[in-house]
């Protein structure tokens, strides 16, 4: 009799090669306990975190903790139902007009997880007669969202324009909406979309354009509103999806937009309308985290700077990293039995990042993830790049270059 779990021989097959390399798992490390937003307790010994979105550092909010043990003292600790059941509190409504209100769209719907938001918007708007548009490298949450939804899938090119502009026209007189899905900073290589000229084919051809700002919102734009704010084509855009897993430091998902048809949409949304809402001590962290995100550009302005900082060591390093200096920058490796013994060294030596390996990465090569917060120090950014050459040259990936 054939086995459930058969089809995970491959996997087992694959993990074990990984561990018999560097000793560890890596998608099991366990963070002890966090120090601070940029050090956390791993195998017993402080390790700089340089590997957990937490941009803007704001998961040790003081005002989000404060909010979130007065809203568990007030309200308890769960909802206990969907958002279109009993799950809808005062506080979920506040958080969607204060979403609402900071992007300057109509309306908002808040999610349980960022995946959710993605799965839900995607396979609710796009039906079985329309087209979805995807960049080749989405986030598994936009292909899932598409296959939900039943839509003709049609991928282009990586942050190509023209690529999509060419699929589009070939789609001319084919009934049925399109609805193009970007991200606004890809969140394996840190890629920043060009916005404006996806609106521009957008405009061309007739069709719809989401862009997903996850790992963009709060990093881009002069008010942190993601890199269709930085492009100049906000009003363009017809609906943007997001996280507080990133910037703001806690958990849920967001879709805003003008069009008036999206309080439709929850009523037809599945992972909307059949899953337990956010619990109110987690909606009120989220809505204090916000305010502190507004109330301080300034964390915008050091976190692109540590950014810089990551990145310019990394080149000099000789080290092969992303084309931009964006708070996600992958160091690019082109075996995985170097970059496993390379991932494994850095923590050793104080520095936990991701690891990430083919199938998963966009070029079919391993890489080792990083990512800086504005609460990263200088000199912990210092001591991070000096690790990565420490263990750089440990492993034999790149020699070490001569001290100036």
């Known amino acids: 009799m054939t086995s459930l779990f058969s089809k995970f021989e491959g996997t087992a097959g694959a993990l074990g090669s990984v561990v018999a390399v560097g000793g560890r798992n890596p998608f099991a490390v366990v963070i002890e306990k966090p120090v601070s937003s940029t050090v956390g307790i791993i195998e017993g010994r402080e390790t700089l975190l340089f590997g957990t979105n937490n941009y803007l550092g704001l998961s040790q909010s003081k005002n989000a903790i404060r909010a979130a043990q007065q809203a568990a003292a007030a309200c308890g600790v769960g909802t206990t139902g969907s958002r279109i059941a009993n799950g809808t509190q005062s506080l979920h409504r506040q958080l969607e007009k204060d979403i609402a209100a900071f992007f300057g769209r109509r309306d908002a719907m808040v999610f349980s997880t960022g995946y959710q938001a993605n799965l839900g918007i995607i396979s609710t708007l796009a039906g079985k007669d329309d087209h979805l548009f995807l960049d080749a490298d989405s986030h598994a949450s936009i292909y899932d969202g598409s296959r939900l939804s039943a839509a003709e899938v049609i991928r282009f090119r990586h942050n190509d324009p023209d690529n999509l ?9 084919t009934p049925g909406a399109k609805l193009i899905v970007v991200e606004g900073i890809y969140s394996m290589t840190g890629n920043v979309a060009p916005i404006a000229e996806f609106v521009a084919v957008k405009k061309e ?4 354009l989401l862009v997903d700002e996850a790992h963009s919102f709060g990093v881009l734009g002069e008010n942190g509103r ?51 809402s956010l619990p109110p001590e987690v909606i009120a962290a989220t809505t204090a985290a916000l305010s502190d995100m507004q109330a301080h550009p300034e964390l915008r302005k050091q976190l692109m700077a540590n950014a810089q900082q990551l990145h310019a060591g990394f080149v000099d390093t000789g080290l092969n990293a992303s084309k931009q200096a964006t708070p996600v920058i992958a160091v690019t490796l082109e075996t995985a039995e170097e970059a496993i013994p390379m991932w494994n060294r850095l923590l050793e030596l104080g520095v936990y990042v991701n690891l990430s390996l083919p ?6 090569r391993p890489l080792l993830r990083c990512s800086v917060m504005a609460t990263h120090t200088p000199e912990q950014i210092a001591q991070a790049i000096a690790i990565f050459r420490q263990a750089a040259a440990e492993v034999g990936v790149t020699p070490a270059p001569t001290a100036a």
């Open 359 to 364: 199938p998963a990465t966009p070029d079919s």
């Open 165 to 173: 502009y060419k699929r589009l026209k070939r789609m001319d007189g």
């Open 226 to 276: 993601g890199a269709a704010e930085a492009d100049g084509v906000e009003a363009d855009v017809d609906f943007i999806v997001g996280t507080f897993s990133k910037s703001l430091g806690t958990v849920g998902g967001y879709c805003v937009s003008d069009h008036p048809e999206l309080e439709f949409v929850r009523l037809n949304c599945r992972p909307y309308m059949f899953t337990a």
């Open 205 to 208: 051809t007739g069709a719809y």
